[in-house]
């Protein structure tokens, strides 16, 4: 899945990753690279500057 962002100028992006469900305030958001159902499905092909696609196998 393709996938580009944009962020105000004077920030950096110190972590970047997938997430699925509602993203709630104050809580933890998961990796989906470190869920169990997806870590050896999914592999993050982004960049920290404008790129967040990703590749989701059927295995």
Known sequence: MRCTYTYPTGYQIKEVF??????LRDVELLDLSEDPEY???LQYLGDKQQNCTVRLSHE
């Open 18 to 23: 997938w997430t699925k469900g509602p993203i």
């Open 39 to 41: 870590s050896q499905r």
